[in-house]
Antibody, heavy 122, light 112 residues
């Protein structure tokens, strides 16, 4: 059974870079058929898909993040990572990593980490 | 972006009674290649991540109780809990996977 676990700083200053890592067990990041995703949950705005990465290294992002996002893969460590630069208070959220199932048109999310709260504040 | 609108925001249902949650999409979610709808339902209990319940609009995920059923077509979808149990208290979300960016409904809180 696949398990995912987020890690990273819980507090980030405005204008700095948010960095999180997701450690995966029970599944290979090298295998096709799945994307490796980041999703965040705002207290008042609900769930927002941030983006995902395929084992080939191809990435797909939500345009709402306006080019501030990077997702990378380290298969040797069975980890993938998220970076969001130039953060503001609007980036305060509970961040989840998740495995995304690939459909012809898109993805849904069948396994999730427990989530990690990131607060943007001076 | 495709907008997903859920209703009601919350509902209280007696144990053993039926709960009905609605999800409306701003675009038809039918995948013409297989005649299935690109919609997934999740359940989120307090302090936990969302759990995938139903995909393709009506297919239950492995291990999900048959109390949960999904229906609908085009832009209008429904999640039904046939006989509410205490462990079903949660927030339920719909999500479309028809087109990126993949978007979620605002959630419906189900209480006893």
């Amino acid at each position: 059974q696949v398990q995912l676990q987020e890690s990273g700083p819980g507090l980030v200053k405005p204008s700095q870079t948010l960095s999180l890592t997701c450690s995966v067990s029970g599944a290979s990041l090298n295998s096709g058929g799945f994307y490796w995703s980041w999703i965040r949950q705002h207290p008042l705005k609900g769930l927002e898909w941030i983006g995902h990465i395929y084992h080939t290294g191809n990435t797909y992002f939500n345009p709402s993040l306006k080019g501030r996002v990077t997702i990378s893969l380290d298969t040797s460590k069975s980890q993938f990572s998220l970076k969001i630069n130039s953060v503001t208070a609007a980036d305060t959220a509970l961040y989840y990593c998740a495995r995304a199932r690939k459909y012809p048109t898109g993805v849904d999310f069948d396994s999730w980490g427990q989530g990690t709260l990131v607060t943007v504040s001076p | 972006d495709i907008v997903m609108t859920q209703s009601p925001d919350s509902l209280a249902v007696s144990l053993g009674e039926r709960a009905t949650i609605n999800c409306k999409s701003s675009l038809n979610l039918l995948d013409g290649s297989n005649n299935k709808h690109c919609l997934t339902w999740y359940q989120q209990k307090p302090g936990q991540p969302p759990k995938l319940l139903i995909y393709w609009g009506s297919t239950r995920a492995y291990g999900v109780s048959d109390r949960f059923s999904g229906s609908g077509s085009g832009t209008d979808f429904t999640l039904t809990i046939s006989s509410l149990q205490a462990e079903d208290v949660a927030i339920y979300y719909c999500q479309q996977f028809y087109r990126a960016p993949f978007t979620f409904g605002g959630g419906t809180r189900v209480e006893i």
